[in-house]
DNA sequence: TGTTTTTCCGTAAACGTTTACGAGAACACA
DNA sequence: TGTGTTCTCGTAAACGTTTACGGAAAAACA
C-alpha cells in the first residue's frame, strides 16, 4: 500500500539517497533524473513517512494547540478557538508545518498531556492558552527549554517567550468611561471564576476607570463564576441583590452575558432598558441576540496568524536570516456599540 | 535534555535490548534488573521518543480527529464538538491512544489536510464528522483501506466503517408532532444550506409527520441557510413572507434558531408568542435564551466515549480477542421541553 | 594531453525504537 | 554425570528517512 522511498530507487534503478535528495529538492542532483524521481513519486503515490523523517530530523514539523474543555465547562466549549485556529492553521501552513490540537481531558489543565506531547517530542512547539496569573505549564515549559507560545499574558516565566494578548484592561476601562458617559454610576462587573489572567486584567482596568470618575469601589458589585451560560446565570443576581443595584453590568463574555440577561428576565428586570449591558469578549452571538448587545470583538483570525509568525520567529531553526527574536504584543479591543446599553 | 533508551543502557550498564524489554512488560526479564530499569527511568526521566516507536512499530497509536470550520461559518465554530471530543479522548485513552485533533483550512472541506494524514501516517485512523449525503472523504477512506469512523451516517462507503449517528429523523417527526398537537398546521423547517446528512435526515422525518397527519407539504416553508447566526437570520423572514405564514419554525440548531429569532424579532414577531419555536440539535444556549427554546438534546459525551469504542473494535490491531467487527447506531434524541413553542 | 574543477550519484551511518534469535547460566530430573 | 528445561540477557536487524563522504565521470582549463 504504502510506499516507501526504497520502492522508488527501485522502480528507477537509482539509489535511495538519490531519490531523498531529489525529492528534498538538493542542488547536487540531475535535473533529468529529479524530474523522473518526481514523475515515479506521483505514480507511485509516494509521501513520505512522517516517523521516519521526524527520527532523522529530530523534528517533527508540527506545532501543537492544547485545547481542553474548560473547568466548571465541562458540557460545551469555546466557540473562541475556532478562528483563532483557523489563522493559525494557515499561517504554519505556509512554513509547511501541521497544527495539531491535543484534547485535554478536563480538570487536570493539561500539565499530565503537555508533558506526555514535550516528552515523547511529539511536536517542535505548543501554543497555550487560557493563561492563569501564575501558569504552572509555563514554568514547566520554560524550565524543559520546550520552545512555546500563549495566547494571553502571564506572570510566570518573564519575558521569555513570545505571547499575543488582547487589550482588557483597556476594554475594561472603555466599558466603564461608556457607561459613566451615559449617566451609570452604579457597574457592576461579573468575572471569571478562575485566576485566568484576563479576568484580573478586565478588573484592573474596571478599577482604575472608576478611580479616574471619583467612583468609589463597590465589592457588593463584583462576582465571579464560570465562564458560560450558566455562570451568568448563576452569579449575576448576586450583585442585583446589593443594597443599591447596579444600572449596569459589564460581562467577561458573551456567555456569561446570556446566562446573566435569562437571570435578569426572569426577575422582571429588562436588559438594555432596565439595566446596561455590555460585553468584553464578544462573538457573533452577541449581534443577533435581542437586545443585541454592546462589546468589545476580537480580530481572532489574525491574531492566530500573528501568533504563528511569532512563534515561529522565536524558534531558531525556523526563525529567518535576521535570528530568533522575542516578540510579544498587546492587540486592542475593538468596541462594537450596540442596543444594550 | 532529552534521555534516551542508549542513557539507560550505559547508565545500569545492560544492553538497550533489556531495557526496551523491562520497559515494555515483556515477561523474558528479571523482576530485578526490571525494577532497577523502572527507577532509571524515572531518575533520568525517560520517555520513549514516539517517532522511533513509530517507526519500528508501524503504528502511531494516535487517532485523529478533522476539524475545520465550517464552509460559511469561518468566523466562529461549533461549540458542539468540545464534549464529544472530550468523551473521545478519555475512552482513547483508557486504550493508551493519544487523541490529535486536526484542522483544516476553511473551504477544501478537508480532502487535502485527510490525505496529509493519512499518506504520511500521522495517525492509525481518523475520526469524521459533518458526514454529507455522498460523501468524498469516506469514498477516498474507503478505497484507500484507511481504517475509520463517523460521526453521523452517509450513503457512500456502504456499512463498511463504524458509524454512530443521531436518530435526526425521529426528532424531526417528533417536533412535527408536538407541533400538530399544540395545534399548529403550517409549520415551517430551517435546515443548513450544505448537503450535510443530517438535513436530509431532518427533513424526511418532518415530511413523513406532515403526511401522516394530512397535512400538505409546502416547498415555501422550507428554506436552507448557514448552520449559524447569521444563516437563521437571513433566511427565516423567507418562510414568514408566504402567503399563508407558518404559525411555528423548527430550526436546525441552536444558532440558527437565535439568528431566526432575531429576524422575527424585528419584524415584532415574539418567538414563543407569535410563533412557537423548536430546535433540533441543542446545546445549553438554548435554555438561557429568552424565551427557552424546546430542543432535543444530544448525548454528546457519552457519544464521544461510544464511538471510540466502536472505531478501536473495527481495528483488528486494537480489537479484543473477539476480533473485529464493524459496529453502526442511531441514537435517540431526547426531547427537553421549554417555553418556546 | 594533462591537470583541475564541477557535476552527479552511490555507500553507509545515523536517528530511537522493538523484537527474533540464540546462547549462557541455572536448575530439575533421571 | 548427563540430558533437558527454564530464565535471563545480549546481539543485531529492521522500520523510513536524511546526509556526510568519497569517488567516477564529465567538463573546463592550461
Known amino acids: 500500500m504504502a510506499s516507501s522511498i526504497h520502492d522508488l530507487a527501485r522502480h528507477l534503478n537509482i539509489s535511495i539517497g538519490t531519490v531523498s535528495r531529489a525529492l528534498n529538492g538538493r542542488a547536487d542532483v540531475n535535473a533529468d533524473t529529479r524530474q523522473r524521481v518526481l514523475d515515479a513519486a506521483k505514480k507511485l503515490n509516494y509521501s513520505p513517512n512522517q516517523s521516519g523523517r521526524s527520527l ?80 504552572e505549564r509555563i514554568d514547566y515549559l520554560t524550565q524543559a527549554g520546550f520552545p512555546f ?3 494571553g499574558r502571564s506572570r510566570s516565566g518573564g519575558d521569555s517567550y513570545p505571547s499575543l494578548d ?44 472608576l478611580r479616574r470618575h471619583g467612583i468609589e469601589f463597590d465589592p457588593e458589585l463584583i462576582a465571579d463564576g464560570f465562564i458560560n451560560e450558566a455562570g451568568g446565570y448563576a452569579v449575576t443576581p448576586k450583585v442585583m441583590r446589593s443594597k443599591d443595584p447596579p444600572t449596569a453590568i459589564i460581562f467577561n463574555n458573551d456567555a456569561m452575558a446570556l446566562g446573566g440577561c435569562k437571570a435578569l428576565a426572569e426577575a422582571g428586570i429588562r436588559p438594555g432598558h432596565d439595566v446596561a449591558v455590555i460585553v468584553i469578549v464578544d462573538t457573533p452571538l452577541c449581534r443577533y441576540f435581542s437586545p443585541a448587545l454592546t462589546g468589545f470583538r476580537p480580530a481572532l483570525e489574525p491574531m492566530g496568524e500573528r501568533l504563528a509568525e511569532m512563534l515561529l520567529a522565536s524558534i531558531p531553526a525556523y526563525a529567518g536570516a535576521e535570528g530568533a527574536r522575542i516578540i510579544r504584543e498587546v492587540w486592542p479591543l475593538e468596541l462594537i456599540a450596540r442596543d444594550s446599553d
Chains 1, 2 share one sequence.
Open 149 to 151: 507560545a500563549t495566547l
Open 166 to 209: 488582547l487589550d482588557f484592561e483597556k476594554a475594561g476601562a472603555d466599558a466603564v468611561d461608556r457607561l459613566v458617559a451615559r449617566g451609570h454610576r452604579r457597574i457592576a462587573a461579573i468575572r471569571p471564576s478562575l485566576d485566568l489572567n484576563f479576568g484580573y486584567l478586565f478588573l484592573a482596568g474596571y478599577r482604575k476607570a
Open 56 to 135: 532523522r530530523r529530530g523534528a517533527t514539523h508540527s506545532i501543537a494547540f492544547m485545547l481542553q474543555p474548560h473547568p466548571g465547562d465541562q458540557e460545551y466549549g469555546e466557540p473562541f478557538f475556532i478562528p483563532f485556529l483557523t489563522g493559525l492553521q494557515a499561517k504554519l501552513a505556509e512554513s509547511g508545518l501541521d497544527l495539531i490540537v491535543v484534547m485535554g481531558a478536563p480538570g487536570d489543565y493539561q500539565q499530565e498531556r503537555l508533558r506526555r506531547v514535550v516528552e515523547t517530542r511529539r511536536a517542535d512547539a505548543v501554543v497555550l492558552a487560557w493563561t492563569r496569573r501564575e501558569d
